[in-house]
């Protein structure tokens, strides 16, 4: 009976903890969320301010220093583009800013050259921009015939890398400078497949770039010339040499197919004989035509630069 009110003061006292305890708790988080906060904010604003500054000091110390301006572009190539052509392509303006130049910009525009394999550009501190361009080097050409808008034709004579891509037409195959005149012709590749810049993905085409490689370090090298390859048929490639020979290869296993020929040269110069016409795809036997006693060899191309002079042009 006596024990009744001073139990409700104990229960008045543990409820007034409790509001009490609650009250120090909000207290204590609204603290801490505050000062999160505010570090928060001074980090962002810190942020902001080395941001700002930053940038500031690099347009100032860099970007738009005039000691970094362009006065010297060290332009080199490997082939024969001239410097006029190449500053042209590269597209880059004088006094330029140095730091403030693309320099994956004028990557680009080289090497969306055709004639263009691989460029590198890099900064020399403190004005010199230095370039180095790798050309692609023609190994074949391809004669080809186009309609003009006129009603006429105009011969476009291609030319063709290693790797099969194709580089700007010439308009006058006349006009080509001695160096490249002689190289061997290809003939039957669809004029579409033509696409300046871009590789012709043909399984005939990519045999005779490596018929084309192969041959220089063959038995038959210094032997005989080539003149015109025919990548029309399938699957074998019809030679044509400088010699007067025609010859038949598979577009597969030509290392072999070279030492057969050399076989065949051999024999023949043993009994004073020339080819005209031989058939190196079939394995099991060598059928061989050879020229008529007494007629005239063709001419033989001289070695050098004189090399296209001396050589008369292919029958297209």
Same mark, same amino acid.
């Given at each position: 009976?006596? =024990?009744?009110?001073?139990?409700?003061?104990?229960?008045?006292?543990?409820?007034?903890?409790?509001?009490?305890?609650?009250? +120090?708790?909000?207290?204590?988080?609204?603290?801490?969320?505050?000062?999160?906060?505010?570090?928060?904010?001074?980090?962002?604003?810190?942020?902001?301010?080395?941001?700002?500054?930053?940038?500031?000091?690099?347009?100032?110390?860099?970007?738009?220093?005039?000691? %970094?301006?362009?006065?010297?572009?060290?332009?080199?190539? #490997?082939?024969?583009?001239?410097?006029?052509? /190449?500053?042209?392509?590269?597209?880059?303006?004088?006094? +330029?800013?140095? %730091?403030? $130049? *693309?320099?994956?910009? &004028?990557?680009?525009?080289?090497?969306?050259?055709?004639?263009?394999?691989?460029?590198?550009?890099?900064?020399?501190?403190? *004005?010199? $921009?230095? &370039?180095?361009? &790798?050309?692609?080097?023609? @190994?074949?050409?391809?004669?080809?015939?186009?309609?003009?808008?006129?009603? *006429?034709? @105009?011969?476009?004579?291609?030319?063709?890398?290693?790797?099969?891509?194709?580089?700007?037409?010439?308009?006058?195959?006349?006009?080509?400078?001695?160096?490249?005149?002689?190289?061997?012709?290809?003939?039957?590749? +669809?004029?579409?497949?033509?696409?300046?810049?871009?590789? &012709?993905?043909?399984?005939?085409?990519?045999?005779?770039?490596?018929?084309?490689?192969? %041959?220089?370090?063959?038995?038959?090298?210094?032997?005989?010339? /080539?003149?015109?390859?025919? @990548?029309?048929?399938?699957?074998?490639?019809?030679?044509?040499?400088?010699?007067?020979?025609?010859?038949? $290869?598979?577009?597969?296993?030509? *290392?072999?197919?070279?030492?057969?020929?050399?076989?065949?040269?051999?024999?023949?110069?043993?009994?004073?004989r020339v080819p005209a016409t031989l #058939?190196?795809?079939?394995? =099991? =036997?060598?059928?061989?035509?050879?020229?008529?006693?007494?007629?005239?060899?063709?001419?033989?191309?001289?070695?050098?630069?004189?090399?296209?002079?001396?050589?008369?042009?292919? =029958?297209?």
């Amino acid at each position: 009976m006596w =024990n009744a009110p001073r139990n409700r003061r104990r229960h008045r006292q543990s409820l007034l903890d409790v509001k009490l305890s609650l009250g +120090e708790i909000r207290r204590a988080r609204w603290v801490v969320a505050s000062r999160l906060g505010g570090v928060l904010l001074g980090a962002a604003l810190l942020f902001f301010g080395v941001w700002r500054g930053g940038e500031w000091l690099l347009q100032r110390l860099f970007y738009n220093n005039g000691a %970094f301006a362009i006065r010297t572009v060290d332009l080199r190539t #490997d082939g024969r583009l001239s410097e006029a052509q /190449l500053h042209a392509w590269a597209d880059v303006k004088p006094g +330029e800013n140095l %730091f403030g $130049l *693309d320099l994956l910009r &004028v990557k680009r525009n080289l090497e969306a050259v055709p004639a263009i394999s691989s460029a590198a550009v890099d900064r020399v501190l403190p *004005d010199t $921009l230095r &370039v180095r361009v &790798v050309e692609r080097r023609p @190994v074949a050409q391809v004669l080809v015939y186009r309609r003009r808008a006129e009603g *006429d034709y @105009v011969r476009l004579l291609y030319q063709m890398d290693g790797d099969g891509y194709v580089m700007e037409p010439s308009p006058a195959p006349e006009q080509l400078s001695q160096g490249v005149s002689w190289l061997p012709l290809f003939t039957g590749i +669809e004029p579409g497949l033509l696409l300046p810049g871009r590789a &012709v993905h043909q399984p005939q085409v990519h045999a005779a770039l490596e018929l084309l490689q192969q %041959f220089d370090r063959s038995p038959m090298a210094g032997l005989v010339q /080539l003149q015109q390859v025919e @990548v029309s048929a399938p699957l074998t490639l019809m030679v044509r040499t400088w010699q007067g020979a025609e010859v038949t $290869l598979g577009l597969t296993q030509l *290392d072999r197919q070279l030492r057969r020929w050399r076989f065949i040269h051999d024999y023949g110069r043993e009994h004073r004989r020339v080819p005209a016409t031989l #058939d190196l795809s079939i394995k =099991n =036997n060598l059928p061989v035509r050879w020229q008529e006693p007494g007629s005239p060899p063709a001419p033989v191309p001289a070695k050098g630069p004189a090399r296209a002079a001396a050589r008369p042009r292919p =029958n297209v």
